[in-house]
């Protein structure tokens, strides 16, 4: 069965430091991927997804993602974080058996430190 | 276009009892999907809704039942409580079946049995 891993919990970053944050999927066939972010307070939003085509995918506020099929994952990143950066980021995969059904990592709440 | 909306917000309901949880879809979506994510964990599918009908339905008891209206909102029933259905509650719209593509997150029902 399909499986997503984010192995960071919690970050803590100070403003302008880079970011990246670890996904890694377990199925090796055909896949689409996901980050999502969600604020404090706010619904989950769709910061960037991968269906197929070129492996960097940009996503929206400045964050990007690199698909690497040889290593099951697709890390987030960004440049230099901000302070509204804060928040939990949630990755996701499709589930090969099941089109209509994402599994999601246990996400990763990044506090920026202003 | 309006976004999705989630009722009730919040909810205590004690061991035993029932719960209904609803969900108005986007304007033009007509997909309904359910997730439960419990404290610390990703969301989880629970079923979805296409064309009034159940499309799909993840690791989830039978009393976990649904429905969706002419209008394409949802419905998400959930029969004798147990301490361990404590969670948010999400509600996902779109348009067509595809996991994640074009999903509109609402802000999620939390629910507490006691």
């Known amino acids: 069965a399909q499986s997503v891993s984010q192995h960071n919990h919690h970050v803590i970053l100070s403003e302008a430091a880079s970011l990246e944050l670890g996904c890694n999927y377990s199925y090796g066939g055909t896949v689409n991927l996901f980050w999502y972010v969600q604020y404090p307070g706010q619904h989950l939003q769709l910061l960037l997804k991968?269906?197929?085509?070129?492996?960097l995918v940009k996503g929206i506020k400045g964050f990007e993602a690199e698909f690497i099929k040889s290593k099951f994952s697709f890390n987030l990143r960004k440049p230099s974080v901000q302070w509204s950066d804060t928040a939990e980021y949630f990755c996701?995969?499709?589930?090969?058996?099941?089109?209509?059904?994402?599994?999601f990592g246990t996400g990763t709440l990044l506090a920026v430190q202003p | 276009e309006t976004g999705v909306t989630q009722s009730p917000t919040h909810l205590i309901k004690t061991r035993g009892q029932q719960v209904t949880l609803r969900c108005s879809s986007q304007s033009g979506h007509n997909t309904v999907s359910w997730y439960q994510q419990a404290l610390g964990q990703g969301p989880q599918f629970i079923f979805q809704y296409y064309r009034e009908e159940e499309n799909g339905r993840g690791n989830f008891p039978p009393r976990f039942s649904g429905l969706q209206f002419p209008n394409y909102s949802s419905e998400l029933n959930v029969n004798a409580l147990e301490l361990d259905d404590s969670a948010l509650y999400l509600c996902?719209?779109?348009?067509?079946?595809?996991?994640?593509?074009?999903?509109?997150f609402g802000s999620g029902t939390r629910l507490t049995v006691v």
């Open positions: 991968y269906f197929s085509g070129d492996p």
């Open positions: 996701a995969v499709n589930d090969p058996g099941a089109t209509n059904k994402l599994i």
């Open positions: 996902a719209s779109s348009f067509g079946s595809q996991a994640g593509y074009g999903y509109t």
